[in-house]
């Protein structure tokens, strides 16, 4: 009896405390954060910048999400989203989704399992949705079929067992379309479940999103709408946080201390983010299909230069994954430094890379001339001058042809190029995601011409295993062998702090992928 009577007051204040915590939190009010610049478009599975995720994802839901309350990503962190619960089957090939009911888009008209099968036949190839490309197919290389159960059942089902692919549903770009609204209409005015609905968006100017009222997520979103202002000036989106005409601000490592000079009330986090900068060398072109061309390019490269011009001393050092501690799979600090351009005596490097030049026909009185393209933002500008100063010291002249970020993707994916420099995030912290986008031979984010058979076993080979200590290991060689191979060498990976001034609430950032934080549900002003 005793124990009883103490349960019960114990229970109260918990529910006191949920009451008070819920009473603290104050709807309304218009968050304001610049976009970086214009989007190509509104459709997040068309596109693959940060520039369409940051104003979008708060329009839609993904069938499961990461816990938006917790800064890293982790399988084990997932949570319900327009899904109530998720299984396997016995063999681990069909994976179902039992889905909510009464969800609306915002036109109004219902969502059901059929508009997840529409989603990912779109995705996966099976449908013409009136997509102009998909980029994340290749994710999907394992689904050989979407079954329909019942209006609030839908089952996946794979070729073989892949333990990673629940995950996949929870990054940024795994949103849910509705299957009656075509292709053009969602690259202008997309309709989605999510708690925010495209009021108006002007390219060039300005991406308003205003509260949806019929959300499904009682009490959510506490915001009454998003107004985002395109500004492609890094100096001027400094000068709008600094001056007050923004909440958030994602300034570059560089601009942190002025910021804080200048805004002694901001709020800011420095993190390891999953961006990272890369050079892409178009490896079917003469004379970067030769291999000491590649390696002696990657020799030349001072990193850590890099990370103290660029990235203020605060970028890290990478292989194609995220790094530990924020990364789960990557290479560390002491298994890089044996990969060749990792080493710290960087003029025994330039020398090797001399020599491997002259082996293929370059020297003082004959060099390697190229023309380095890079998109014209100003963190891709200030690599991109470095990066030809060290190819400089071993007899390449290059010159830099910055791209608009309009066609800068497609010139990419279609590789128009020879060299070229660019910064890449990736969608959640798991070894398929990267292997399969970026390195499967018939991917369309495969920017270089890179097609190894044999890496594609292993890629099969790490997906399919269930030990997960054992599948790091191969892992690690998997992308040890990448860097020895030189197929796309990681500059730096960023470091990027997230400021906010105090009356923002609720808003955490996301460490190891880009987009979990975006949806913006829970944040909320306290003024």
């Known amino acids: ?176 379309y509705p299957c009656h609204i075509d292709g053009r209409q969602m690259r202008q005015k997309p309709i989605g479940t999510g708690p925010f609905m495209v009021s108006s968006f002007e390219p060039g100017k300005m991406i308003r999103l205003v509260k949806n009222p019929n959300y499904f997520k009682p009490g959510r979103p506490y915001l009454d709408g998003i107004d985002m202002p395109i500004i492609s000036s890094p100096s001027t989106r400094n000068l709008a946080f600094v001056a007050g005409d923004t909440d958030i ?112 026909g370059y020297g003082p009185d004959k060099p390697l001339n190229l023309v380095l393209s890079t998109r014209d933002v100003a963190r891709y500008r200030d690599t991109s001058v470095l990066i030809l100063d060290h190819l400089a010291k071993i007899y390449v002249k290059g010159e830099m042809k910055t791209i608009d970020t309009a066609i800068w993707t497609n010139m990419v994916a279609k590789r128009n190029y020879t060299v070229a420099v660019r910064s890449r995030g990736q969608a959640i912290d798991d070894p398929d995601v990267s292997f399969y986008e970026s390195f499967s031979c018939t991917s369309l984010s495969n920017v270089d011409g890179y097609c190894n058979k044999d890496m594609e076993a292993l890629f099969e080979k790490q997906s399919a295993m269930v030990d997960q200590n054992e599948r790091k290991k191969l892992v690690k060689e998997i992308d040890r062998q990448m860097q020895m191979d030189v197929v796309r060498p990681t500059i730096t990976f960023a470091a990027l702090p997230y400021c906010r001034r105090p009356y923002v609430k609720g808003y955490v950032p996301s460490l190891n992928n880009q987009y979990s934080n975006l949806r913006m549900e829970d944040v909320w002003l306290d003024k």
């Open 1 to 176: 009896m005793q124990q009883r009577s103490l349960i019960k007051p114990v229970v109260m204040a918990f529910i006191l405390l949920l009451s008070m915590q819920a009473l603290a939190q104050k709807a309304g009010g218009v968050l304001r954060r610049a976009n970086d610049e214009n989007p190509p478009s509104a459709s997040l599975h068309e596109e693959g910048s940060n520039i369409v995720t940051t104003p979008f994802v708060p329009v839609f839901n993904n069938l499961v999400t990461f816990d938006s309350t917790k800064s890293i990503s982790k399988p084990d962190a997932l949570v319900p989203d327009l899904a109530t619960s998720w299984s396997w089957s016995a063999d681990n090939k069909t994976l179902t989704f039992k889905l909510r009911r009464g969800v609306k888009w915002h036109d109004g008209k219902p969502f059901s399992a059929a508009d997840v099968k529409c989603t990912w036949d779109t995705v996966s190839g099976k449908r013409d949705g009136g997509w102009r490309k998909s980029p994340r197919k290749a994710w999907y290389a394992n689904l050989q079929e979407i079954v329909v159960d019942a209006d609030d059942q839908v089952s996946f089902k794979l070729g073989r067992p892949q333990p990673s692919f629940l995950g996949f549903f929870a990054a940024g770009w795994s949103v849910v």
């Open 249 to 360: 601000y994602t300034p570059s490592a560089t601009l942190l201390a002025e910021v804080k000079a200048k805004r002694a009330d901001a709020i800011c986090e420095v993190g390891l983010s999953y961006a990272y900068t890369q050079l892409i060398i178009n490896r079917t072109v003469a004379p970067f299909n030769d291999v000491r061309v590649r390696r002696a390019m990657a020799l030349a490269v001072d990193r850590e230069a890099v990370i103290k011009v660029k990235g203020a001393g605060l970028d890290r050092l990478g292989g194609e994954l995220m790094p530990p501690p924020e990364g789960a799979w990557g290479l560390d600090k002491a298994e890089l430094a044996a990969i060749p351009g990792y080493g710290a005596d960087i003029e025994k490097r330039r020398e090797e890379a001399r020599k491997l030049m002259r082996e293929a």
